[in-house]
């Protein structure tokens, strides 16, 4: 007969976790079911279920009426025959009931001579959650999508975005001509393109204009409307 302090043992270990699938199943969605095995009585080994109308199962059930491909059987071979009383942990694993894949995991205890005693199982049924999500994918407008953006994935992109708008901007303004009324346009052409607000931009516009970078910024305080700052030499 087993040593007293084993069973008493045992015992407080099944005690708390019944208490913890109690707590537990009382906030856990519908579609996770927890119950606890005790291994010394097989014919009846559920002695704590949350969620049982998952699998069908109730506080008396038989071990054997367990899901598809469960490899809680697995382990529970593991842990009988490997030392050592620390618990042993198979996680994630996938089973079937009724022909819906369930996500499981399965920790099988063992006392302090090393012997398992308990099983707690864990089964997550995502059918429902992966349906409706489908269904919902299904509402969505074709046009929801967002339109694809260009994406500069590096400098030399950036560089080549950079004289493309500035040569454009100087096609436009009427390229060739040297008065200040064609470069001012250019240089709004190029605000309107973004170009001031990357670092260089001033520069590479005063290099194709044949300007300095203070005649850009006078320009530029000229379209906004404010006075034109006093010529500064280079």
Known sequence: M??????????????TLKAAIAAIGSVAGR???ILLHD???????????ANGQLSGRVVGSPILAAPEQDQGFKALMQAANQPGCEPVILPDYPTLIKGRTLRSATAILRDSEGQPFASL???????GLDAALAFLTQLQPVT??????????????MALLMTQIIDSALASSGQGRLNKQAKVE????????GLFI?????????????????TVYNYLEQLRGEPTAAPRQP
């Open 2 to 15: 087993r040593a007293a302090h084993i069973l008493r043992e045992r015992q407080i270990v099944l005690s």
């Open 31 to 33: 579609n996770m079911e």
């Open 198 to 214: 990357v670092k260089g931009g001033v520069e590479k516009a005063a290099a194709a204009l044949g300007v300095t970078r203070y």
């Open 39 to 49: 291994l010394d009585q097989p014919e009846q080994s559920v002695v704590a279920i």
């Open 121 to 127: 199982c864990i089964n997550v049924d995502n059918s």
């Open 186 to 193: 250019a240089v709004r052409l190029m605000q309107e393109r």
């Open 144 to 157: 929801a999508a967002p339109p694809a953006v260009a994406v500069v994935e590096d400098a030399a992109d």
